[in-house]
């Protein structure tokens, strides 16, 4: 999230509530001799179509029944689909079942016998994990019709104030959490009504004033299931700066009140490089490897692989993403069919209806790249094909996450109100594939 602005002068009639969010908006450096203004993962929804993160369910499940489009999830078209009792699958799962909506779904990415999947209602088990608890993307959540064109779903409740969202399904609710002081989290059980939720931290990591300063707000938080643990990335810095963090919390569920964020301190800090180490995301690769994506302006966006508990590995930082004006941030990654697919956020946000946000996608199909647009042009080199740009009402999308929920795909962003003096609204639209295999959302 996350260029520099001069709230005083551009945010004009924001309100308080937008102002608090903006200004955790993200780190950058002025455009010259800093490179580029920056801006603080996705954030906000991490770590692809599978459990948890950002992305819900299994893909290529291999006898799921159901379909998407049905009110109770009967019959039709479509593998691990909505309302499936027993559906089988999960990628590479050996014997996972499961679908939307299932009771007992097993299964998950790489999960050798781990239960849950899209839609158990007490499914375990994830990407990667041998037995670890939940599912991301389960429950219920609007039917696509398949013979019409994706659009944004009409949301309402606690929308507004919004920046910077993740989600993750987990049990019979959606949970967002997006930047702001402590790490904002709202929850929905049907993806469309909204309701504020508390927040992550009652007051800010002890670890963070000493390593980055006093921040007043937590940026673009990430949120993945993996390893039987829920795994909370975050971000802290200054507007003009790249003196910033990634931090890490964990969480062993989202439903139990005796449970409690566990927080790890810094992942990784960026002072004194060529790189901001804000926005970041979570990505399992095919082998059940988790790994952190992250950046904003400076030299552009930055993969890291990670241990099985969340920690950096050394001598694993390499290069994905950049533009020749540095203006790219906010990476999410998700793998579909044999592709990996890199989403980020080009141009400027946090200046309310002015910003000039834009979401852009490429693809690989290796997780490190190189990651081409529909032309074949590089995004290491600036390449990007469009996802979603401004509407009259709907100003600078970004900050984009994905979700599966059987077999309908949403994306998940933050959008600027035109009509509400530009304050930062949480987004949900319908996602289809082309036949060539991109993304075509129904936003803004």
């Known amino acids: 999230m996350r260029s520099r602005v001069d ?13 608090t969010v903006m200004s955790g908006c993200g780190t950058g450096g002025d455009t010259g001799a800093q490179g580029g ?63 939307m909506g299932s009771a007992a779904g097993t299964g998950g990415m790489e999960s050798a016998a781990g239960t849950g999947g899209t839609g158990a209602a007490e499914g375990t088990g994830g990407m990667g ?40 399904r987990a049990g019979e609710l959606y949970h967002v959490f997006s930047t702001g002081p ?8 049907d ?34 299931f993996w390893g039987g643990l829920y795994h909370l990335y975050y971000a802290a810095s200054f507007f003009g700066t790249n003196r910033s963090c990634i931090g890490h919390a964990t969480r062993d569920s989202l439903q139990a009140p005796e449970s409690r964020w566990l927080d790890h301190g810094a992942v990784v800090c960026s002072e004194g490089t060529d790189y901001n180490a804000i926005d970041p995301n979570v990505v399992i690769d095919e082998r059940g490897t988790p790994w952190l994506v992250f950046g904003s302006f400076w030299s552009g966006l930055k993969l890291m692989q990670l241990t ?3 920690a950096p590995v050394a001598g694993t930082l390499t290069s994905i993403a950049s533009r020749p004006s540095t203006a790219i941030e906010a990476p ?35 997780l490190a790249g190189p990651y081409v647009d529909r032309l074949g042009n590089r995004m290491l080199d600036g390449g990007g094909s469009r996802v979603l740009t401004s509407s009259a009402r709907w100003r600078g999308p970004g900050s984009n996450g994905l979700i599966r929920a059987g ?20 987004r949900i639209a319908e996602l289809s594939w082309d036949t060539g295999g991109w993304p075509e959302s129904g936003g803004p």
């Open 37 to 99: 203004d920056g801006r603080p993962v996705a954030a906000s929804v991490s770590s692809g179509p599978w459990e948890g993160g950002k992305g819900g369910g299994g893909e290529g499940a291999a006898a799921g029944s159901g379909g998407a489009g049905t009110s109770a999830g009967a019959g039709g078209a479509g593998t691990g689909g909505m309302g499936s009792a027993a559906g089988t699958g999960g990628m590479g799962s050996a014997a996972g079942t499961g679908g």
């Open 191 to 224: 993806l469309v009504h909204w309701s504020l939720a508390g927040s992550v931290f009652s007051a800010t990591p002890e670890w963070v004033a000493s390593a980055v300063g006093d921040v007043d707000a937590l940026w673009a938080p990430d949120i993945s």
């Open 332 to 366: 999410f990654i998700v793998r579909r069919g044999e592709h990996y697919y890199l989403f980020a956020s080009f141009d400027t946000c946090c200046t309310g209806a002015s910003s000039t946000y834009k979401i852009m996608v490429g693809r690989s199909q290796a």
């Open 407 to 426: 077999e309908s795909w949403y994306n998940i962003y933050h959008s600027y109100d035109a009509d509400a003096d530009g304050m930062s609204v949480l």
């Open 308 to 310: 099985l508990a969340g």
């Open 129 to 168: 994990a041998a037995a670890g608890t939940g599912g991301a993307g389960s429950g219920g959540g609007p039917s696509i019709e398949t013979d019409r064109l994706p659009a944004a779903l009409a949301l309402s409740g606690d929308i507004q104030g919004v920046h910077d969202p993740s989600i993750v």
């Open 7 to 19: 709230t005083a002068s551009s945010t004009g009639a924001l309100s308080a509530l937008a102002l």
């Open 182 to 189: 402590g790490i904002a989290i709202r929850t929905s059980a």
